[in-house]
């Protein structure tokens, strides 16, 4: 009898519902508490082989029987770990809110008679599932187009779907100040180059733009090294197959920062953020064109 990977749980000292890859990344942080909803046993994140996130009950505890992710205890074992037996892997939720949201941290643990009504208070808000600007685009760039309406993103306090915060760069009735660069997520095919030295690449939208005296002049990006080999970047190294130069299989996703002409450059160019967990460029392989 093998039950569901349980993939959200009750945290007692943020006092709400939290995604299991959320909390996962947090667990060093302080002490922190996590409960099921559904038969309140304690939990602990964990991550399992497949590189999902899930909750797992507390080593020696089981859910109780009538709970949806309550497993039986196989004999002889101390206890029970869904990596070893045939759970189906939990779907990755999308995140709701592209940033991180402050809470306040309470310590301590809660008292068993208390806990049935936080975690019935709890239930009752939405659930927030944070995420960078590449697990964004990575939800979007998966979901269908059904799905992109219906599931909801918040960038910036502006609440809206994944289908209106995109938004394709190609419309010609637009300039580059007409775009909100600050509080959408800017997309469109892109050219992408290999510089001459390690780790440089360069960006060319398809589209191009009037900016001053400029007209009709594509978006150059410059991916510099210090980009490139920044943890959540280090993919764009290996976007280009070996030997190739470049290639127009891509699209680009621009969020936080707005395009600028340079005069020394002559080109119109863009300023990456320092820190690109929430801003900057993404980089996809066109769907059609995916290798
Ligand atoms: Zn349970």
Redesign the pocket.
């Known amino acids: 009898m093998c039950g569901r990977m349980?993939t959200v749980a009750y945290c007692y000292n943020r006092n709400r519902l939290e995604v299991a890859e959320m909390a996962h990344s947090r667990q060093s942080d302080q002490e922190v508490y996590f409960y099921?909803p559904?038969?309140?046993?304690g939990v602990v994140p964990a991550r399992s082989r497949k590189n999902n996130y899930f909750f797992r009950?507390l080593s020696g505890h089981l859910?109780?029987k009538n709970?949806?992710?309550?497993k039986e205890r196989i004999e002889g074992s101390g206890h029970y770990s869904p990596q070893e037996h045939s759970s189906a892997e939990p779907e990755r939720l999308p995140p709701t809110i592209l940033g991180a949201i402050a809470t306040q941290h309470r310590i301590g643990k809660p008292s068993p008679r208390d806990l049935p009504q936080l975690i019935r208070q709890a239930k009752e808000a939405p659930l927030v599932v944070e995420g960078s600007f590449e697990q964004v685009v990575e939800a979007w760039n998966t979901m269908s187009r059904d799905k992109k309406r219906l599931t909801s993103l918040t960038i910036n306090g502006t609440q809206g779907t994944y289908e209106d915060r995109f938004e394709f760069i190609g419309d010609t009735t637009k300039n580059a100040n007409d775009f909100n660069w600050e509080d959408k997520i800017i997309y469109g095919k892109t050219c992408l180059a290999k510089g001459n030295r390690e780790g440089v690449y360069f960006l060319d939208s398809i589209r191009k733009f009037d900016v001053g005296e400029e007209k009709r002049k594509v978006l150059n990006i410059i991916i510099r090294e210090e980009y490139s080999k920044q943890k959540q970047k280090k993919y764009i190294r290996n976007l280009l197959n070996d030997g190739e130069k470049r290639s127009d299989a891509f699209t680009l996703f621009i969020h936080g920062c707005r395009p600028e002409y340079n005069y020394e450059r002559k080109k119109i160019g863009l300023s990456l953020p320092d820190n690109s967990t929430y801003k900057g460029v993404c980089v996809r392989a066109n769907k059609r064109a995916q290798r």
């Open positions: 349980e099921c559904e038969c309140h046993v009950a859910h109780q709970c949806s992710f309550y």
